[in-house]
């Protein structure tokens, strides 16, 4: 497969695959191990999240956009972290209500970046 083209047409807006590849010096395995972790994680973090805003720790909440943020960036996600870092500002601002719509925009992103993940992970990227 070729790396200068997406695996699917939707790719292209999910992730910057030159970025990934120039950014993981075209480390194949770096890449799947780093997609193994990324899923591990992703229940705890996408768990962190919900729970915070549940509580309405506003603290809590920015610690774990931030935390999703570092996760999705290694990917070249630019969607995923904008949602991502629009989450952790808003929470460190303390405004609960917009986080609470910003929420589920961001835990759609990370889904579509997931769903690309999953897609690509056992491909020749």
Same mark, same amino acid.
């Given at each position: 497969?070729?790396?200068?083209? &997406?695996? %699917?047409? @939707?790719?292209?807006?999910?992730? @910057?695959?030159? /970025?990934?590849?120039?950014?993981?010096?075209? @480390?194949?395995?770096?890449? +799947?191990?780093?997609?193994?972790? *990324? *899923?591990?994680?992703?229940? $705890?973090?996408?768990?962190?999240?919900?729970?915070?805003? +549940?509580?309405?720790? /506003? &603290?809590?909440?920015?610690?774990?956009? %931030?935390?999703?943020? $570092?996760?999705?960036?290694? *990917?070249?996600?630019?969607?995923?972290?904008?949602?991502?870092?629009?989450?952790?500002?808003?929470?460190? +601002? $303390?405004?609960?209500?917009?986080?609470?719509? /910003?929420?589920?925009?961001?835990?759609? /992103?990370?889904?579509?970046?997931?769903?690309?993940? +999953?897609?690509?992970?056992?491909? @020749?990227?």
């Amino acid at each position: 497969m070729n790396q200068s083209e &997406p695996t %699917h047409p @939707d790719d292209a807006r999910v992730f @910057d695959r030159q /970025a990934l590849m120039e950014y993981l010096d075209h @480390d194949l395995d770096l890449f +799947q191990e780093l997609v193994e972790i *990324f *899923f591990e994680e992703l229940p $705890g973090l996408q768990s962190r999240l919900q729970q915070a805003l +549940q509580r309405e720790d /506003a &603290p809590a909440l920015r610690t774990a956009a %931030h935390s999703l943020k $570092g996760s999705v960036s290694q *990917f070249a996600a630019v969607s995923a972290r904008a949602e991502a870092a629009r989450l952790e500002e808003l929470a460190d +601002q $303390g405004d609960l209500p917009a986080c609470r719509k /910003a929420l589920p925009e961001l835990l759609a /992103a990370v889904q579509e970046l997931a769903s690309v993940l +999953q897609r690509v992970r056992n491909q @020749d990227f």
